[in-house]
């Protein structure tokens, strides 16, 4: 017969491992790790021969995001008037639109025919609008859209 002292230096540890996985679940939610886990919201753009921005449904294009988010720009640029030397037909520029600033990294060049960009929205939330760089018609200065970073 096996004492009482014996059984408890034979009985298995308890199971801390599991408890471990509890707080894991507990501090890191399932929607978290998912969130982390996903791809870039990708956004289409149309950069069209009549010197326009286009997003599908909708009238007056806005794209709208939340700050340092992951995107990829989808854009398919259609043929202007007029391109640059590089043949460029439009171009795509986010600046700050309390100041007019630029946006480091979104001075994009646009080519016949369809390209992605990987970015990340600005971290500042605010308004923000997209210009065309490439003089590529007599429109040239109405190529422009609304873009809001929301925190």
Not at 34 to 58: C, H, N, T
Request: aromatic letters at 6%; one cysteine or more.
């Amino acid at each position: 017969m096996i004492s009482k002292s014996a059984r408890r230096q034979i009985a298995p540890a308890p199971r801390r491992g599991l408890a471990l996985a509890g707080v894991a679940a507990f501090c890191f939610p399932p929607f978290l790790l998912l969130r982390a886990q996903s791809s870039p919201r990708v956004i289409e753009v149309v950069a069209d021969r009549d010197s326009r921005y286009k997003i599908a449904g909708q009238k007056q294009p806005v794209i709208t995001v939340r700050a340092s988010e992951g995107l990829t720009l989808r854009i398919t640029a259609n043929k202007a008037k007029n391109h640059n030397r590089d043949g460029s037909v439009h171009g795509f520029m986010l600046l700050r639109a309390k100041d007019r600033k630029p946006v480091d990294g979104w001075d994009l060049l646009l080519k016949p025919g369809r390209q992605e960009f990987t970015l990340t929205a600005p971290s500042e939330a605010g308004d923000y609008v997209v210009i065309c760089t490439v003089i590529c018609s007599s429109d040239h200065e109405q190529m422009n859209m609304k873009f809001l970073v929301e925190p």
